[in-house]
């Protein structure tokens, strides 16, 4: 048994692998991709004057942004300003001067 212990295949078993661990971390940085990935999709949608699209994802933002689960921290006041900025673009598209 005591070979066992200094096995390194064997060892290779018994502890978390790095990309496990990297996925763990990492989780929390997919949920903000994919909310920077809706807010580009809602650009595009403005430049292609999709504005029914465009106001869909934005709600879409909104709600991600919104979430309850989220801490209230630096990004989510930068998301909080995409948001508003978001709002005030789609506005000023449908409502030209």
């Given amino acids: 048994m005591m070979a066992a212990e200094t096995d390194p295949v064997h060892d290779a078993f018994d502890r978390p692998s790095p990309a ?3 996925r763990e971390v ?3 940085r997919q949920s903000r991709k994919l909310a920077d990935k809706v807010l580009a ?3 595009q949608a403005c430049d ?3 504005y029914e699209v465009a106001r869909r994802l934005l ?3 909104e ?3 919104l979430r309850r689960d989220l801490p ?3 990004g989510r006041r930068r998301a909080m300003d ?3 900025a978001g709002h005030e673009r789609l506005w000023n598209l449908r409502h030209p001067s």
């Fill in 20 to 22: 496990h661990a990297t």
């Fill in 26 to 28: 990492a989780a929390p």
């Fill in 41 to 43: 999709a809602f650009h």
């Fill in 48 to 50: 292609q004057t999709e």
């Fill in 59 to 61: 709600d879409i933002y």
């Fill in 63 to 65: 709600f991600m942004t």
């Fill in 72 to 74: 209230v921290d630096a």
């Fill in 82 to 84: 995409a948001l508003v």
